[in-house]
């Protein structure tokens, strides 16, 4: 089984994340990034190559940061340690400070046992699948020893957060003044970061889940536990909530009322936003083939047009980098604006939202009625045979015709899981019964002729 998942390499800490590991990984990204012309005329310059090393609050984070930057010391690779910070601003301070690479450590939403490595090459972007495995693949070949003067440096980088809350100030197209905002940190890694810059961008602000220890990251707060925060706004009057999961790379809201408010709904409304002023590259968004069937309908009401990518946030990066496109995202909330980040980032599209109700003038639920939400249902269906989920006949048949009923008011979705013997069938209609209806049926169809 590959190390690397969809996002780095994650498990249980101290289980299959050792520190051993920790180190190894370390030491074979020395050798695999530490290749190519740019790392070639650093030495040759007499410069050790610099990487930067940072983490969200959880217990396990301290030990496998240290293995981490004792990894890359070992192989002559000075480290700036950052500590505690969210990944984008990791992937941020990789560009900020022009090292060679940076190393976050995190398991993002995620429990607190459980933890992760992820990897970004110079410019603080993600790593391809093939780099990748050229770095698993090195972990059981020969490790960079320097001695002497040439072992690399482990120095606090002190002024980490101050750069990034600055880059994060100098995006915003418009100040916060005037608005309250209920942020819940998820006892992550943006506990100290988020509630400062929102309070440096004017706006009034109440904290939960800002109160780290090591264990409760994650735990019942954040962006996957959204009940919290919806009671903390109704019950300060605030005017927003803004939810970050435990590396803070996503953004959820809540309106006045305690309405959620998801990623498909903040895409839509910084879409508009952003084509109004002109910095809409294209007049394009790009998103998943998960996002609901109203985001597609109200950005082509808004001229925008949407594409559409496998689940992933590395499918949505691949697709704007590919094409220089300035926004795209997940349902999830992982939105990612490529003019100021490589990677989604929770503060940065919690701040811009924030930035419009401020400049428009207007509320949350305001903005986020330019797109209705179409009920959207989801089924696993299990112990079927997912590799013929698209060459079956008679549940491809089943698919069209519910398509064909559906027409223009609704979708629907086959998607064979990766990694078990899943697939999972999804139905969007303009109403839940609707929606449940053919989601059964197709359901029915899928166990019955994919049965194991």
Avoid: W
Avoid at 124 to 143: F, H, N, T, W, Y
């Amino acid at each position: 089984m590959p190390l690397f998942g969809t996002d780095g390499v994650r498990g249980l800490a101290n289980g299959h994340l050792t520190a051993d590991l920790a180190l190894s990984l370390a030491q074979a990204t020395a050798v695999v990034l530490g290749q190519g012309r740019t790392a070639e005329a650093r030495r040759a310059a007499g410069r050790r190559l610099t990487a930067v090393v940072a983490r969200d609050p959880r217990i396990s984070g301290e030990f496998l940061s240290a293995a981490v930057a004792a990894g890359l010391a070992s192989s002559g690779v000075d480290v700036l340690e950052a500590g505690v910070l969210p990944t984008p601003a990791a992937a941020f301070l990789v560009a900020d400070r022009d090292a060679d690479f940076g190393v976050m450590v995190s398991a993002s939403h995620n429990p607190a046992p459980d933890n992760g490595i992820k990897i970004f090459a110079r410019g603080g972007v993600k790593l391809p699948d093939v780099v990748e495995q050229r770095i698993e693949a090195a972990m059981s070949g020969p490790k960079l020893q320097p001695t002497g003067a040439a072992v690399g440096r482990i120095q606090r980088f002190s002024d980490a957060e101050d750069r990034y809350v600055i880059h994060l100030l100098g995006s915003l197209p418009h100040r916060l003044d005037g608005i309250h905002v209920v942020l819940d940190c998820a006892n992550g890694a943006a506990s100290g970061v988020s509630p400062e810059t929102f309070r440096d961008a004017g706006a009034r602000v109440t904290i939960i889940g800002a109160d780290p220890d090591g264990l409760n990251i994650n735990d019942g707060v954040g962006s996957t536990h959204l009940d919290q925060l919806a009671a903390a706004v109704v019950a300060h009057g605030a005017d927003v909530g803004i939810a970050h999961d435990g590396d803070a790379d996503r953004c959820l809201a809540v309106d006045a009322a305690g309405r959620v408010v998801d990623g498909d709904q903040i895409m839509a409304i910084l879409a508009i936003a952003m084509k109004e002023r002109g910095e809409l590259a294209d007049d394009t968004l790009v998103a998943t083939v998960m996002s609901n069937l109203g985001l597609r309908v109200a950005m082509r009401e808004h001229g925008i047009e949407l594409v559409q990518t496998k689940v992933g946030d590395r499918y949505v990066l691949e697709a704007m980098n590919g094409a220089g496109y300035a926004l795209g995202g997940e349902q999830s909330g992982h939105v990612i604006m490529s003019r100021y980040a490589t990677t989604g980032d929770g503060l940065l599209t919690g701040l811009h939202l924030v930035a419009e109700m401020a400049h428009q003038g207007k509320t949350l639920a305001e903005l986020a009625s330019v797109m209705t939400v179409y009920p959207q249902v989801l089924v696993n269906v299990k112990d079927v045979d997912r590799e013929r989920c698209a060459d079956d006949e008679v549940v491809q048949a089943a698919v069209a015709a519910v398509a064909d009923e559906l027409g223009d008011t609704g979708r629907v979705l086959l998607r064979p899981s990766g990694t078990e013997p899943v697939v999972r069938v999804m139905v969007e209609a303009v109403d839940e019964p609707t929606a449940q209806r053919h989601v059964g049926a197709l359901a029915d169809v899928v166990r019955t002729q994919l049965a194991l």
